[in-house]
């Protein structure tokens, strides 16, 4: 139990302990019993001009202390929500990005966005007052898919955005793309849309105030998937405060996926109303206003095409996109839709020549942001449905035509023709151990077995991949105390369980045991430097720099014991845990050495955050063509993600991973009303959720190719499965019905849809 872990072990998470007997501190769960309550008011419109709001009988209401609008923010000059990511045109112009007050001044762009922000005593009060404020709303026409949006004379979302274009970008030589298709014997095309998306974590956002008169000094505790960022940006771009007037504090946090990254306007209204007030207040969205609230993501149109040549080897691909960015450009979302899928649109594939161009738009819908995945499911769903497309119009199988251009380990590091290099991967050792694992050789008589009872079974591949990305302002600091070790990291954990990860990795540095180390996160004033956590970097970021301050440790430590113990430094070894006199029995206790005199190691992120972790998943469905209801009977992952440190934690990711992906083939869609802008799916009763028995038993393996992009060999996987599962069961579905005639279908495959299809 008190023996020092080492990487690789499967130790339990350490968290679950608090977790599963009540005792994890959430946002909502730590609030203040007397802090004010907060309301937020929406547009029940998704375009309106604001014509006036009369907050006279509002504020008679019981209980109201204050009532906000657009007016105040603008009194006091505060700033836009601003985006931290960018993209640009061909020209080199930078996207559009207009003005995003946490509340809009003059127009609303879409049905959530906020018009006023009431505190009260009770939340019951702040609803009472919402009911008697008078908005006065001038209804305009709404655009809501992109291709509405970017149609001739379209209303316009922004004044100041002409054609609702936000940018026009693109990505690789277009010139060697069309003399590659040119010279082409073969060319597959085909047309998705992938559908908008929205997270429903346990955890909906929360966040509360203090204020402390004596220094000025408001603290907002959050769910967050990271302070320092939003932190910045408040002081420096929105609120214009000191940065030492500000603290922002996050917890435990029940799960983020993306949309807890950026800054929003909810967290920064409060930040800014406590110091007005110089009152602590309180808000937690409901489950119903989450889906107006928070950012949607993958809402887009696109057709590729894939080049082959007469033995079948690819020549090239291209690929022209729609992506609908909602109403404002949230704090990632520049790059998500676009870079996103560049980064993963080549696969694990040898592609010589690749073209991208997209087309981003503005829409009267809830702003889109990054959700697991951030852009790459519905790229890698176009490429793996194209790739098995153009085997069966060349007369070759899914799996063959694979084969022949999955790239080799020895063209690694590979230099994608759309712009990124692929760091290290086995792809063909990947698929070889995915088929073997998936008893390939079986289905045949699988298939009979179904079909003798009435089913359709169907076996999917994707063949996958991720680009880790992520924000690295890291300055990790090991505290060494005499009774244990306190680790601050910049990122923070929504359950992927940090608490374990990284202290196995200084126990495994340092000879101490994990029940001796403290790992803390989600704390500006404690932690001033950190990027959070997205991109499925956090092991790479935090686990490699807390490395090297494990070293630092060492070094610091071998000259306070040298001085401890009146010799030399060089004469002074690191063991299990103590320092010692080479050659002697002379030695000190890591601990003991600290409660002479406390010292600490710090280092700061000094390798890279990409890498590209791969896998290969095979699915097996069985559809019930009476019902078109889809049946999932066996789903095996192989992922090669670099050096391993707990696998039981790896597999607990991958399994959540592919559940997400699996909801967003099967299930998940957030449907407009074309016309109105209204959201038809905005709670559980509309939008589907998968559940335990839409899920079978789950297969993981894993093979291990060290990245050499970070001293660990570590690659991020937090997305990877998410990124693989749409493709391999649709794959999987679109095989068991390709005989009677579907050649293609778009997400979610709902029993519906497939039974519309079979009626055809």
């Not at 489950?287 to 894939?306: I, M, P, Q, Y």
């Not at 934690?649 to 997400?660: D, E, N, P, T």
Request: aromatic share 6%.
């Amino acid at each position: 139990m008190n023996a020092p872990a080492q990487l690789g072990q499967p130790i339990t998470r350490r968290e679950d302990q608090r977790f599963l007997t009540g005792r994890g501190r959430y946002a909502d769960n730590t609030a203040p019993a007397d802090a004010l309550a907060v309301l937020f008011v929406r547009s029940p419109h998704a375009h309106a001009r604001l014509a006036g709001i009369d907050r006279k009988a509002a504020l008679a209401v019981p209980g109201v202390v204050a009532i906000y609008t657009a007016d105040d923010l603008v009194a006091d000059g505060v700033g836009h929500l601003p985006a931290i990511s960018e993209i640009k045109d061909e020209a080199g112009n930078r996207h559009r990005e207009p003005s995003h007050l946490p509340m809009p001044a003059g127009k609303v762009r879409h049905v959530g966005d906020i018009v006023a922000m009431i505190a009260a005593a009770t939340i019951d009060q702040a609803r009472d007052a919402a009911e008697t404020l008078v908005v006065d709303y001038e209804e305009l026409p709404a655009v809501v898919t992109a291709a509405q949006a970017l149609a001739a004379g379209a209303p316009l979302v922004h004044d100041d955005v002409p054609g609702n274009l936000m940018c026009r970008w693109g990505k690789g030589d277009r010139a060697a793309t069309e003399a590659a298709f040119a010279r082409a014997a073969h060319v597959s095309t085909l047309s998705i849309r992938s559908p908008r998306q929205i997270v429903h974590y346990l955890e909906t956002r929360a966040a509360w105030s203090a204020y402390d008169p004596a220094d000025d000094l408001v603290t907002v505790t959050f769910s967050s998937q990271g302070v320092q960022i939003p932190h910045r940006l408040m002081c420096e771009r929105v609120l214009n405060v000191a940065k030492d007037k500000l603290r922002l504090v996050t917890e435990d946090v029940g799960g983020g996926f993306g949309p807890k990254y950026p800054i929003y306007a909810e967290s920064t209204l409060i930040a800014w109303a406590t110091r007005k007030l110089r009152r602590g207040l309180r808000w937690t969205c409901e489950r119903s206003e989450l889906s107006l609230a928070d950012s949607h993501a993958r809402d887009l149109v696109a057709t590729a095409d894939l080049a082959l040549d007469r033995d079948g080897r690819f020549l090239a691909v291209r690929v022209k996109a729609e992506a609908n960015y909602g109403a404002y450009v949230s704090m990632f979302a520049p790059s998500i839709p676009t870079t996103g899928l560049a980064k993963v649109i080549s696969g694990l594939y040898r592609i010589p020549a690749i073209r991208v161009d997209f087309d981003c738009a503005f829409s009267n819908t809830v702003p889109v942001d990054a959700i697991r995945g951030a852009g790459k499911p519905e790229a890698l769903f176009l490429l793996e449905r194209l790739v098995d497309l153009a085997a069966h119009e060349t007369g070759r199988t899914p799996a063959e035509l694979r084969r022949l251009n999955l790239l080799r380990a020895d063209e690694m590091p590979y230099a994608a023709a759309s712009g990124y290099t692929y760091d290290a991967a086995d792809c063909l050792r990947l698929f070889d151990t995915a088929l073997q694992a998936a008893d390939e050789a079986g289905f045949a008589a699988r298939r009979a077995a179904s079909e003798a009872q009435g089913k359709r079974r169907g076996l999917g591949l994707s063949c996958h991949l991720h680009g880790t990305g992520g924000i690295a302002d890291e300055h990790a600091v090991v505290q060494v105390q005499p009774d244990r070790l306190i680790a601050k990291v910049g990122t923070q954990s929504q359950g992927q369980g940090h608490q374990t990860v990284f202290a196995q990795i200084l126990s495994a540095a340092l000879g101490v045991p994990m029940e001796r180390i403290e790992v803390q996160q989600g704390d500006t004033r404690a932690i001033p430097h950190g990027g959070g956590t997205g991109g499925s970097s956090s092991t790479i970021i935090s686990g490699t720099t807390l490395q090297r301050a494990a070293d630092v440790v060492i070094q610091r430590g071998r000259d306070l014991a040298a001085e401890r113990l009146e010799t030399s430094a060089a004469d002074i070894a690191y063991r299990d845990g103590a320092f010692e006199i080479v050659g002697t029995d002379r030695r000190i206790g890591l601990f003991e050495l600290a409660a002479w005199k406390p010292f600490d190691g710090d280092a700061l992120f000094a390798d890279k955050i990409e890498s590209f972790p791969t896998g290969v998943m095979v699915c097996e469905v069985e559809v019930d063509p009476e019902t078109g209801a889809t049946r999932i009977d066996r789903l095996l992952a192989v992922a090669d993600c670099g050096t391993v440190v707990n696998p039981r934690l790896l597999a607990g990711q991958i399994h959540g991973g592919i559940v997400h992906g699996l909801g967003n083939a099967l299930m998940e869609e957030a449907i407009y009303d074309e016309e109105t802008g209204q959201l038809l799916t905005g709670t559980l009763m509309d939008y589907a959720l998968p559940r335990a028995e839409d899920v079978p038993s789950l297969g993981v393996e894993t093979i291990a190719t060290a990245s050499p992009n970070n001293f660990m060999g570590l690659k991020g996987v937090g997305e990877l499965p998410t990124n693989g599962a749409p493709a391999a069961l649709a794959n999987a579905v679109l095989d068991a019905l390709r005989p009677l005639g579907i050649r293609h279908l778009d997400m979610p495959l709902t029993p519906h849809k497939i039974w519309q299809a079979l009626q055809r």
